[in-house]
């Protein structure tokens, strides 16, 4: 299973006895899941992950504090480089889009003009050609679209190819009209990635729909991940560590079909 080459099992039994049973890396994997793909609150677990429920979060907290980086940023990377292997990764046509995401308070959040200035998070993310992440990040829903494509291009890890050496940038990458700047496109030409941007005022964005619904569609696979649909969780590791898993399922579904 790919989750255990970046989980290994730990001893969750304390050296000198008694107290509570801490949960383990595996349960607190799966407790992410459930809350993940149910919504549900930390509390609210069902009593089927037996004495160290009320640890869970605890547990997830720690984790997210001093491993969730090497944890969730491997367990994704694992993914892809599994299905690059298999060879179901599209690099010829890539997609990049931006979902906002209603939040409370916390870091990274801002308020959304189009939306009457309410905060909100906005959830970024490039795909390949067949719809799966490639990278993803969260910034405030007041940061502009073009502030978020270099860091999106420079986040794809250098994933495995069927044959020949490990690959890291797309072949070609359409985006609307809010990346709509010279140097966005110098800036791709010169890394040897072809664009194909929307011009304000020249042409639609909706001509690029036959290039640009695959992340639309992977936006709404994000979706299915209850958690996604409003933002909960204050700490910002907290809300990345969930869309990082959500892209990792995403991506282990279509190793599983």
């Known amino acids: 299973m790919l989750f255990r080459q970046v989980v290994p099992a730990t001893e969750v039994r304390r050296p000198q006895g008694g107290g509570r049973r801490r949960a383990g890396d595996r349960e607190t994997l799966v407790a992410i899941i459930f809350v993940a793909m149910s919504g549900c609150a930390w509390r609210q677990l069902p009593p089927v992950f037996g004495p160290a429920r009320p640890t869970v979060y605890r547990r997830f907290a720690q984790w997210s504090r001093e491993r969730v980086?090497?944890?969730?940023?491997?367990?994704?990377?694992?993914?892809?480089?599994?299905?690059?292997?298999?060879?179901e990764l599209d690099w010829s046509r890539c997609a990049i889009d931006s979902v906002s995401v209603r939040a409370a308070k916390g870091p990274l959040t801002g308020p959304n003009p189009p939306d009457r200035g309410k905060p909100e998070s906005k959830i970024r993310l490039i795909t390949d050609r067949n719809g799966l992440p490639l990278s993803l990040g969260v910034s405030g829903a007041n940061m502009h679209d073009s502030l978020g494509l270099k860091p999106l291009v420079r986040g794809i890890p250098p994933i495995r190819s069927r044959r020949g050496p490990r690959r890291r940038r797309p072949a070609k990458l359409p985006a609307d009209k809010g990346y709509d700047y010279d140097h966005l496109r110098r800036w791709l030409r010169k890394r040897g990635i072809r664009h194909r941007i929307a011009r304000k005022g020249i042409e639609s964005s909706t001509r690029l729909g036959r290039h640009r619904w695959v992340v639309e569609r992977t936006v709404s696979w994000l979706a299915g991940c209850r958690c996604l649909h409003r933002r909960y969780e204050r700490k910002a590791e907290h809300l990345l560590a969930f869309v990082d898993m959500a892209a990792a399922l995403i991506g282990y579904r279509r190793l599983s079909s």
């Open 69 to 87: 980086r090497r944890v969730r940023a491997r367990l994704h990377r694992v993914v892809l480089d599994e299905l690059g292997a298999r060879g």
